[in-house]
């Protein structure tokens, strides 16, 4: 069925997953033996790393014979989910349903229109828990019409990444990474990357970063402590957990632009000061560190944002 899938696909699902892991050499210039390299999730053909989890749940329903024959599916969705669905919708011939806030940004919103997704807008002021709300609503009003894939609590998200990115990243590093650090949103990257990387080496260090308060600019990324919890999150699992100012990301995306030439989205951002926090505590401690992290996206659908022009 795989192998059909991807025929269907024209070559849209090979091209996921391999993805450059990239060394942040001017950010660690000041701190001897601290590597840090980040995952250039961008690299995927929808241009984030929920290709990866989309395309998992996406194979899974096809396999189990949830999808196709009119029957679309339906998702709640920050943005790179939902553009993950929606060019698979179109490679594979199903139609997407989509509950998104309404501010995310204008370029998320030229993707989903590009690819033809059919998007219901909610409130942003209920963030990612509204249009979750929403998408529960139409799936049980029209159970026949979709299938709710429901990114926050199905196991395949995680377990594209225990499949996927955890190999990639030891491979990468030749089995010399001493610390890993995602972003939680759905959770799936940080849960899958790592149940993996400690089967490969119980020493790892797995810390999850989240944004430190429920109003935040953190795109795609839940604040635990008063968001609706993905099913698929399980907070024991991070040796720690680090909460991030969303000030904090935009100063370290500019940062990356300015001193690296790289350009990365707030989230990925935002895991990069995470990594440069604890590289400057292994450092002080007289530690070395190899510390992989994950880029989620790029910064061309945030090129928009007032941030880049400030200061």
Not at 76 to 101: E, H, K, Q, R
Not at 222 to 236: E, F, L, N, Q
Not at 263 to 275: E, I, K, Q, R
Request: proline share 4%.
């Amino acid at each position: 069925m795989i192998a059909t899938a991807k025929a269907l696909g024209n070559g849209t699902l090979d091209r996921i997953g391999n993805t450059p892991l990239i060394r942040l050499e001017r950010l660690t210039a000041h701190l001897p033996g601290i590597q840090i390299l980040g995952k250039a999730e961008w690299a995927n053909p929808g241009g984030s790393v929920k290709d990866r989890a989309a395309s998992a749940i996406v194979l899974d329903a096809q396999q189990r014979g949830l999808l196709g024959d009119g029957r679309g599916l339906l998702d709640a969705t920050s943005g790179n989910t939902g553009i993950a669905y929606a060019m698979l919708g179109a490679a594979l011939g199903f139609p997407v349903t989509l509950c998104m806030p309404s501010n995310v940004s204008p370029e998320r919103k030229k993707y989903l229109s590009a690819y033809g997704a059919n998007v219901v807008w909610t409130n942003p002021a209920d963030g990612s828990d509204g249009a979750i709300r929403k998408a529960r609503e139409l799936a049980a009003a029209e159970p026949d019409l979709y299938y709710y894939a429901d990114q926050y609590s199905n196991d395949e998200n995680w377990k594209a990444h225990y499949r996927t990115t955890a190999n990639e990243i030891w491979e990468q590093t030749e089995g010399q990474v001493t610390h890993f650090i995602a972003g939680l949103g759905t959770s799936g990257t940080f849960m899958g990357t790592t149940r993996r990387l400690r089967e490969l080496n119980p020493r790892i260090r797995c810390l999850s970063m989240q944004p430190d308060s429920p109003f935040n600019g953190l795109e795609g990324l839940k604040h635990m402590a008063t968001a609706i919890v993905p099913k698929i999150y399980d907070a024991s699992l991070a040796d720690e957990n680090i909460e991030m100012p969303t000030e904090t990301a935009y100063s370290m995306a500019k940062r990356l632009a300015r001193n690296q030439g790289i350009l990365v989205g707030v989230s990925a951002a935002a895991a990069v000061a995470a990594a440069l926090q604890i590289g400057e505590e292994a450092a002080a401690a007289g530690r070395e560190a190899v510390i992989a992290t994950i880029l989620c996206d790029s910064a061309e659908k945030y090129m928009s944002e007032r941030f880049w022009q400030e200061g």
